[in-house]
T-cell receptor, first 119, second 113 residues
Framework: DTGVSQDPRHKITKRGQNVTFRCDPI?????LYWYRQTLGQGPEFLTY????????KSRLLSDRFSAERPKGSFSTLEIQRTEQGDSAMYLC?????????????????FGPGTRLLVL | SQQGEEDPQALSIQEGENATMNCSYK?????LQWYRQNSGRGLVHLIL?????REKHSGRLRVTLDTSKKSSSLLITASRAADTASYFC?????????????FGTGTRLKVLA
């Protein structure tokens, strides 16, 4: 089990630049989540995929943010025209759903995160 | 804010003591999960409790859930210095077949050796 990996681990960029982060989930996990975490706060949900379909997007995800999961495996999160307020840790998590049963014990496995600093 | 609330925000105890942290959420849930996060790292899943369960144990961890009060608590018994971390609850909600996790603001636990 190689776990969830994220790349890069750290990114420093200048305001106005575009950045792209990659997440590789645990193989066979069909759900993939992106979160943003600022210092001293809990993770805030951004978006989630089931296989290649993006099923939900948070209102936090402005038009400058876009996420893809083209083949239902890895995912990318792109931020265009970065702003200083985008500085945060971006976390990816994956899970395996067992169907539509309400009581399914779905556990998310988190990656180490990508820390973004916008200067 | 879309976040749940946890209290206390910070907790400092001596090794061997018990630590209790509480979490409140806002909407009906499928389950509630607790995670640990060491400084600057990803989150590690600790325990999950379903909405039809009231109490669950895993090693030194005990979780309770009160859906009428929309609250949960995590008890860590016989704490160790290695338990020093931030602890987050996450409530899983479902809307029309899509799932979302709402995390709390976290409790920063420090266990003194």
């Amino acid at each position: 089990d190689t776990g969830v990996s994220q790349d890069p681990r750290h990114k420093i960029t200048k305001r106005g630049q575009n950045v792209t982060f990659r997440c590789d989930p645990i193989s066979e996990h069909n759900r993939l989540y992106w979160y943003r975490q600022t210092l001293g706060q809990g993770p805030e949900f951004l978006t989630y995929f089931q296989n290649e379909a993006q099923l939900e997007k948070s209102r936090l995800l402005s038009d400058r943010f876009s996420a893809e999961r083209p083949k239902g495996s890895f995912s990318t999160l792109e931020i265009q025209r970065t702003e200083q307020g985008d500085s945060a840790m971006y976390l990816c998590a994956s899970s395996r759903s067992g169907g539509t049963l309400r009581w399914i014990q779905e556990t998310q496995y988190f990656g180490p995160g990508t820390r973004l600093l916008v200067l | 804010s879309q976040q749940g609330e946890e209290d206390p925000q910070a907790l400092s105890i001596q090794e061997g003591e018990n630590a209790t942290m509480n979490c409140s959420y806002k909407t009906s849930i499928n389950n509630l999960q607790w995670y640990r996060q060491n400084s600057g790292r990803g989150l590690v899943h600790l325990i999950l409790i379903r909405s039809n369960e009231r109490e669950k144990h895993s090693g030194r961890l005990r979780v309770t859930l009160d859906t009428s009060k929309k609250s949960s608590s995590l008890l860590i018994t016989a704490s160790r210095a290695a338990d020093t971390a931030s602890y987050f609850c996450a409530s899983q909600t479902e809307t029309s077949g899509t799932y979302k996790y709402i995390f709390g603001t976290g409790t920063r636990l420090k266990v003194l050796a």
